[in-house]
């Protein structure tokens, strides 16, 4: 039974099994709650930076870039949105540059295969011969466009974690279903 649930690990008692599921619990919500921190961190940032942007510049910009495939409307629509997403990036930048926050070739190989190793399912066993994988990562990092997705993701990971560690966060025990209505009332509010 236990290597049905995990096929790569030796398990063989029942204390081993609830350990390893108590481990992935406590890690899952360990995430869930950075996760929060760093929205709850997100929106302090955003919502008390006040940027004025040239809207009518935007709308213009923004038809030029979409080459006449959209209408006025849609593009007055996508202005608030490409507003915040400019005024995220500004802000971003500067506090990755006052936290010497920097990503290097070696964490977007380690995204990449983070990457690979969720789409296999995340039950291989990664002590073996990984020359495939590697292999599989450099492709990876020629496609351009999983290159910048993947900097823009690293690059906000790594900024988070320093910012997280700059602000004081107060524990508060809450139970599973509690966490799960913040957690649902954070994506309702996206």
Known sequence: FFKKVYPTKEIKTEA???ADIKKELENYFAQQASGQ???????????HTKLEFP???LKRWLTVQN????TAEEIEKEVPQFENQLQWSIISNKLSQENDVKVEPEDLKDFARQQLYG??????????DTTW?????????QDKKFV???????MASKLFQKLEGQVSAKDEKISEEDFAKKLQEHHHHH
């Open 67 to 70: 080459q006449g495939k959209k």
């Open 16 to 18: 081993e099994f609830k």
């Open 133 to 141: 994988m590697d292999d599989y990562v450099n492709k990876m990092m």
């Open 55 to 57: 809207s009518e510049f």
């Open 148 to 154: 910048e997705q993947s900097y823009g993701q690293v």
């Open 119 to 128: 789409y296999l399912g995340g039950q291989m066993d990664l002590s073996g």
């Open 37 to 47: 921190i760093h929205d709850q961190i997100f929106h302090e940032l955003t919502d």
